[in-house]
Structure formats: structure tokens, C-alpha cells
């Protein structure tokens, strides 16, 4: 009845699959485990196989990367079962009856999404950016998540029917990191697909060190660049650029974002990291980007 499908890249989650395993045995009717590798180190890849000893589970290793949305689309493919739970590698259980819950509301909701919590105190002041700033945007009740449904979407946990999934997929063209999931819930909107949000989280539990983080920050502000005709009116950082643009203050801002750069890394970078200027610099960045690409021409 349950698919658990569990994408990896360059993280150990035998326990994770373990932990979920011990749940699935609880629960009255079958339920299988399948993580796909997108192209990890060997290291990680050696540990993970241990998975394949696990009764109901597998570890699938694909020879490339392929992406985020790619290989989410492919363990649709492989999964036998009419329900699909999406969770991503660098998860930790936190309830006992966390696959209980997902089923539960299951059945009045198309999809299913519980959310997530990051533990304290905080694991590595290595980490701060991407722990204050998941604290500050991501951790949101069900009921703010509720008020905007299909814009608070996230693929980090996420339950649907098997048939709703493969009417949808993933945009594949998103091959670079980020918003792959803005896109898929807005054509959950555009297909009046049910979606509810649920208090069943799980722990975020793989931070990024700060400068990789904000690098990955950066490539997403690139994807959503690319990609902002389609995904404007689901953005709020597109938003507040084509604001800045109307009144043709952008130049303005990422002239500012260029002078100050080097100050605001070096906050983002502390151990106490401001998240207001986070903002800034993603809003500079955005702006400086098409400064850079006009300056090329």
C-alpha cells in the first residue's frame, strides 16, 4: 500500500531507513523502502548498501547525477504501491507514529505535507547559516502552512497518490539546484489537485557548512532567475525584484549589493549570522545578476 521513496546524495541514511522500518512493522499492511543514489562518493555509497539487507528495502544506485527532480520522477517509476511518501535522506524521525499520521490524513487529501523542525540547540556553529535561516523561513505551523497551500509545498516530506504524482512529475528541466518544488506545487494548483498540510515533521538534519550554503543559495537565486516568467507569482524574492524593477531601482541596489558584498559575507559567515541581511544579499544578488549578464553582452 506505501511506497517510501527516499532520494540520496553523498549522505548515509541506513538509519534513517532503519528507523523507518521499525515503524512500517507496526502498521497493517505492506509497505517497501526504496533509495536511489544519484551518483555519491564511494564512501557513502559502501554504508548505504547495507540497506539491501533490510527485508522490503532497496538501495538503487544510479551511475550519474541525474537531479533532484529526475531521480524523484524515476523512484515513482519503481515504487509498486498506490501511495508515494517523498523524504528526503538528511531526515530524522521525531514521532513514533510518524508514518501513522501520513496515513491518517491520507485519506481525505490527494497530498500530504508534514513538515519540518530543526533540533536544539544548534549541532555546529559551522552550520549557523543554514540552521537560523530554516528556523526563520521553513519552520511554519499547519495552520500558516495552510493559509497558502500549494506556495508552502515542500519535497522534503511530502505524501500523494501514486496516479496524481505521475499526471505531474517533476520538471526535469530544472537540473540545476532549487525550486524544482515551487514548480511542482503550482502545477498542483493549476490542476486543483487536494493538498493538506499536517504538524508531522521531521528533523532537517543535513546543514550545509555556511560558505556551502550560501554558494547553494546562490545557485538557486541563478535557477530563479533562468526560470522567473514561470515562477514570479510564487516567489516573493521575484516579486520584490520586478517591484525594484518597475521603478527602476534595481541598478541602484546591486550597486549597493557590490559595495557591500564583502561585508555582508563576512556576517553571513559568523557564527551569529543577521537574517535580515540574508535577505539583502539575496534580493543584491538577484539584482547584480542581471547587471553581470547585461555587462557580458
Known amino acids: 500500500m506505501l511506497s517510501i521513496l527516499i532520494p540520496t546524495y553523498n549522505y548515509d541514511c541506513l538509519g534513517l531507513v532503519e528507523e523507518l522500518h521499525r515503524q512500517a512493522q507496526t502498521l497493517s499492511f505492506p509497505i517497501e523502502i526504496l533509495v536511489a543514489d544519484d551518483g555519491s562518493s564511494e564512501e557513502f ?5 547495507k540497506i539491501n539487507r533490510v527485508s522490503n528495502c532497496k538501495f538503487i544506485e544510479l551511475k550519474e547525477n541525474v537531479g533532484r527532480a529526475k531521480i524523484r520522477n524515476f523512484l515513482s517509476e519503481k515504487a509498486q504501491y498506490n501511495l508515494l511518501l517523498f523524504i528526503d535522506s538528511d531526515a530524522g ?14 485519506q481525505n487529501s490527494d497530498v500530504v505535507c508534514g513538515g519540518l523542525i530543526y533540533d536544539r540547540p544548534i549541532p555546529s556553529v559551522l552550520s549557523s547559516l543554514r540552521y537560523y535561516y530554516g528556523i526563520y523561513a521553513e519552520e511554519r ?18 505524501l500523494i497518490k501514486k496516479r496524481i504524482f505521475q499526471k505531474i512529475l517533476f520538471d526535469e528541466s530544472f537540473t540545476e ?4 518544488d515551487t514548480a511542482f506545487g503550482m502545477e498542483l494548483e493549476k490542476q486543483d489537485v487536494r493538498i493538506k ?15 556551502d550554503f550560501l554558494r547553494k543559495t546562490e545557485k538557486g537565486i541563478e535557477t530563479l532567475y533562468c ?18 524593477k518597475k521603478y527602476r531601482v534595481q541598478s541602484v541596489l546591486a550597486t549597493l549589493f ?31 545578476l542581471e547587471y553581470k549578464q547585461k555587462s557580458t553582452k
Open 197 to 211: 498540510h499536517i504538524d508531522n515533521p521531521l528533523y532537517h538534519l543535513g546543514l550545509e557548512r555556511n560558505d
Open 177 to 180: 539546484y532549487g525550486h524544482e
Open 93 to 106: 524521525l521525531v514521532k513514533k507514529d510518524f508514518l501513522q499520521n501520513y496515513i491518517y490524513a491520507a
Open 45 to 49: 555509497k559502501r554504508n548505504n548498501r
Open 258 to 288: 557590490r559595495l557591500t558584498e564583502r561585508y555582508l559575507k563576512d556576517n553571513l559567515l559568523s557564527t551569529h549570522p543577521n537574517m535580515r541581511l540574508f535577505a539583502f544579499y539575496k534580493l543584491g544578488y538577484l539584482c547584480n
Open 227 to 244: 526560470n522567473s516568467a514561470l515562477l514570479f507569482n510564487h516567489v516573493r524574492l521575484l516579486q520584490a525584484y520586478k517591484k525594484l
Open 141 to 158: 505551523s499547519a495552520r500558516k502552512r495552510n493559509l497558502h497551500p500549494y506556495s508552502q509545498f515542500s519535497s522534503f516530506s511530502f
